[in-house]
């Protein structure tokens, strides 16, 4: 419950979890002391005493015979704890065998840091030279947007934004930039996941003169990621951070 009242980013991540926790156990807690009570009454009117016992030490009371069900249970666990602790060196045998064989497999498993999700969605890019006009860069992109539906069957929309790049959130625009934010099909509906539509893009897209294309998948939660690698350099230097980000690009 304290959770609900935290603020900042933390309180905007968790306080859903957390008001969805304080509601069910209040939803619990209501039908305990209503619900239960209520079909109670009303379900176990004709139950047998606990004390009524029928031919051959049998009875009908549901709650003997749980709790019979249950004595069995520790009975049969008992047992298999005395045959345990007396073949010690067979319990041990077989626990070092599964361990073994279970070392034995994990190379077949294969091991990822952050799996890849295909969700069928990603980015094109165009950077035209500074100074291209607005018109211009409608018409590059509208020809990429031709090319991209026509190589790849499964798309199902793709919504295009002109005059605009990287820094959009912020308000900033530029006429020499564009983006095209592809969608494709559902995955049970499309031959050709999104990883493979964004390499044939980017093989298509290469011989497009006059321009920086750059095809950024969004394969995680995380957010898009347009390559396995990425480096970032902060600092308050602005100069500084620019000539750190040329020696890394070189």
Request: glycine residues 8%.
């Amino acid at each position: 419950m304290p959770i609900v009242f935290v603020q900042g980013l933390a309180g905007i991540l968790v306080k859903p979890l957390a008001l969805t926790v304080s509601f069910s156990h209040i939803a619990a807690l209501f039908a305990a002391l209503t619900l239960v009570p209520m079909l109670a009454s009303k379900l176990l009117k004709n139950v047998s005493p606990p004390d009524e016992v029928l031919t051959g030490n049998k009875t009908k009371n549901p709650v003997l015979l749980f709790g019979k069900f249950l004595h069995g249970l520790n009975r049969l666990y008992g047992k298999l704890l005395r045959w345990a602790l007396g073949n010690r060196k067979k319990v041990v045998g077989f626990v070092v065998v599964a361990l073994v064989l279970s070392l034995a497999a994990t190379p077949l498993i294969g091991t990822e840091f952050i799996p890849e999700m295909d969700q069928g969605e990603m980015a094109v890019n165009i950077k035209m030279p500074i100074g291209t006009k607005l018109a211009e860069t409608q018409k590059v992109a509208e020809n990429i947007e031709h090319l991209v539906k026509h190589e790849i069957n499964d798309v199902d929309y793709i919504f295009t934004t002109v005059g605009t790049g990287n820094l959009a959130m912020l308000g900033i625009g530029n006429t020499q930039e564009a983006v095209l934010q592809v969608k494709l099909k559902p995955l049970e509906q499309r031959s050709i996941s999104t990883k493979e539509a964004a390499e044939k893009i980017r093989r298509v897209l290469a011989n497009v003169p006059g321009s920086e294309i750059t095809v950024i998948l969004n394969t995680s939660s995380a957010g898009p990621s347009s390559s396995p690698v990425e480096i970032s350099i902060r600092g308050d230097d602005l100069v500084l951070l620019e000539q750190l980000g040329d020696q890394v690009l070189n």
